[in-house]
């Protein structure tokens, strides 16, 4: 599991986030009816919602629809379901229902929800990939350096932009919380850059904090003014 830019502030965020409808992945596969009007995409939509938030893809059966642009709403459902019934405490072996190109995707979900609700590492071992213990293995290293608050922890993470990732997102915790740290400790350039603006906006009435992009930082560098 390669970790590429991303911001991990604020509390342990270790969860593919999803909305509040969940994640909604559109296909254009298969035969079905095409809707034709506005209202009746409408509705048809309202339904799938309804359906899908059930986590029981069994219900959308009854659904086969498919929009003008080739949105086939019966694979909607039926994806969004599994999700859903993943996202709720599921068995993650039921993301072997969703299309192929978004099985990768709903099994994360299900891994880092497990990594989430757990405390021992142990509880890996019931997946049945090695892809997925693997990186079931690497979140319990992220969650509990970033619980610990401990750049040392990360040393454990054998892949250098895993190790990196973690490295850089407990420091830009720690600034965003109001600790000194050295611009010079981040990896990513972005980081750097964010670190850097915000101590000097923060010490000066003259530079504002909209420089700094993360909106945590930003409120800090605000704070502090």
């Given at each position: ?56 893809s069994?219900?959308?059966?009854e ?44 099994r ?18 019931t ?9 079931c ?32 997102s ?56």
């Amino acid at each position: 599991m390669n970790f590429s830019k991303k911001k991990i502030i604020g509390g342990l965020i270790i969860l593919v986030l999803l909305a509040a409808g969940g994640y909604w992945y559109w296909m254009s596969t298969g035969p079905a009816r095409e809707v034709n009007s506005q209202k009746e995409l409408e509705t048809i939509s309202s339904k799938v919602f309804e359906l899908a938030r059930s986590g029981d893809s069994s219900r959308c059966k009854e659904i086969n629809y498919t929009s003008p642009d080739g949105v086939n709403y019966h694979e909607v459902c039926v994806n969004n379901a599994i999700l859903e019934a993943v996202k709720n405490g599921g068995d993650i072996n039921l993301c072997s229902g969703v299309a192929e190109n978004f099985q990768k995707e709903c099994r994360q979900i299900g891994i880092n929800l497990l990594v989430e609700n757990k405390q021992d590492e142990s509880v890996c071992t019931t997946l049945q990939s090695a892809e997925d213990i693997s990186n079931c293995k690497i979140l319990f290293i992220l969650k509990n350096a970033l619980v610990a608050q401990n750049p040392q922890k990360c040393s454990s993470l054998t892949d250098e932009n895993s190790r990196k990732y973690c490295t850089d997102s407990i420091w830009f915790k720690k600034l965003a919380a109001g600790e000194k740290v050295s611009c010079l400790v981040f990896a990513d350039g972005s980081y750097k850059k964010d670190c850097d603006n915000f101590q000097k906006a923060a010490s000066s009435n003259k530079i504002s904090c909209s420089l700094v992009q993360d909106i945590s930082l930003q409120i800090s560098c605000m704070n502090a003014k």
